[in-house]
């Protein structure tokens, strides 16, 4: 075989039950130029049998990235591209109306784009290329070209590339460019913009270095929260835990008394109130942030005896490896056991864990543990995933990450 990659039985068998990725420690064999590493890599099981071709990391754990069961050049993968980027977007605008401008567009492995993610927010789209594979000017002109030609109808202001820091020292990647890919008006391109999302009003700066100003996986759980809270009538005072932006919050401000977010980083609270600001004409709560390590503050509040109709806990990824998880689970567990003693008889908690290495039943068991130690009765009223934007596909675990817990604390 000319360049390209065999691999150990072990990863080819998880390859045909269609799983994508292959890690360095199953490569048994690989010949490539490694002073310049192709982008595409033929891959083979140990007996030497193609199993496709696949995109090339070689500085990542996750090395191999299928995204064609034969062996294609690298026109054939651009045509592909262009093919599953533009049915990717094709099946999120229905999604989109007059209440929600934003979405993701593009899913990397979910949308058959390995390492390819692109989001909504209003005007703008930023695209993010996370494999080194990707890492190319054809790539990026032909995303470019496709998402505009696709959001034609939306008319966007600007696409951006914006690649995550943390993967692109990983991944080995170029340094970005702070000029967009694309602008209407390339004099004064768009940066910032204003994005809905169940008709709340969100603040978006594309050169902040933050993420968003509301997680767009969480959309529809933002929303179940609001919904749940008027059911149970729990409309008193609720607290958001790690608001971040304060999408949790606001959503519930538009029925509770009083709602408190609460989360350690400065930054995060200043944009809470700007879209707090933003949204005042359809918010009749009275609204705080304090900023606070969300552990000690709820040590504190629960000792105090504090009590809330309605509670929120949305930490940040506790497990970003298999090895973390131990430690996660007793995080997840603490914020848990401290919100169980706050919550009122018959209020709601909404729980949430974005580690996919966190599954369904160490967080329920985790909740659960929590719940017998604080002598609470607790009821499930939902389990939720991520927005549809967010698909989860039966072969990759990985896409499903987000799992949020809809409570009934007696």
């Not at 071709?53 to 591209?81: C, F, G, K, N």
């Not at 359809?282 to 969300?294: F, K, L, S, T």
């Amino acid at each position: 075989m000319p360049a390209g990659a065999r691999i150990s039985r072990r990863a080819a068998d998880r390859l045909r039950d269609g799983h994508l990725w292959v890690y360095a420690s199953d490569i048994e064999s690989l010949s490539a130029d490694e002073n310049n590493p192709p982008a595409l890599l033929p891959v083979a099981d140990n007996r030497g049998l193609l199993l496709g071709t696949a995109l090339y990391s070689p500085a990542s754990q996750i090395a191999l990235r299928m995204v064609s069961h034969e062996a294609i050049d690298e026109s054939a993968w651009l045509d592909l591209l262009e093919e599953r980027l533009r049915r990717a977007v094709q099946k999120r605008l229905p999604l989109l109306d007059a209440g929600t401008d934003a979405c993701r567009l593009a899913f990397s492995e979910a949308d058959e784009l390995p390492g390819l993610v692109a989001d909504k927010y209003g005007e703008l789209v930023i695209l993010q290329l996370l494999v080194r594979g990707l890492d190319s000017a054809p790539v990026r002109q032909l995303a470019a070209r496709v998402l505009r030609e696709e959001l034609s109808a939306a008319g966007p202001a600007s696409i951006l590339e914006r690649p995550d820091p943390r993967i692109r020292e990983i991944e080995g990647l170029s340094a970005p460019s702070l000029v967009p890919l694309w602008a209407a008006d390339p004099d004064h391109p768009a940066t910032q913009a204003r994005f809905r999302l169940n008709g709340l009003e969100f603040h978006f700066d594309s050169n902040s270095g933050q993420k968003t100003g509301a997680f767009l996986d969480q959309r529809l759980n933002y929303a179940a929260a609001a919904e749940w809270a008027q059911r149970l009538g729990a409309t008193g005072r609720a607290l958001d835990v790690c608001t971040y932006q304060g999408g949790f919050a606001l959503h519930l401000a538009r029925l509770c008394s009083r709602i408190t977010g609460v989360d350690a980083s400065r930054a995060s609270l200043e944009v809470a109130e700007q879209n707090l600001e933003a949204n005042r004409a359809r918010i009749a709560a009275e609204v705080d942030w304090v900023e606070a390590d969300a552990f000690d503050l709820l040590r504190d509040w629960s000792d105090a005896h504090e009590s809330f109709d309605a509670i929120v806990v949305d930490p940040p990824a506790f497990a970003k490896s298999k090895r973390a998880v131990e430690g996660a689970l007793r995080g997840y567990k603490e914020l848990n056991l401290r919100a169980l003693k706050m919550v009122r008889p018959g209020g709601l908690l909404v729980t949430c864990s974005c580690s996919h290495h966190v599954d369904w039943a160490a967080l329920e068991g985790t909740v659960a543990s929590a719940a017998a130690d604080a002598h609470r009765r607790v009821r499930i009223l939902e389990r939720r995933m991520a927005a549809p934007d967010h698909p989860v596909v039966l072969n990759l675990p990985e896409t499903e990450y987000l799992k949020c817990l809809v409570l009934e604390v007696e």
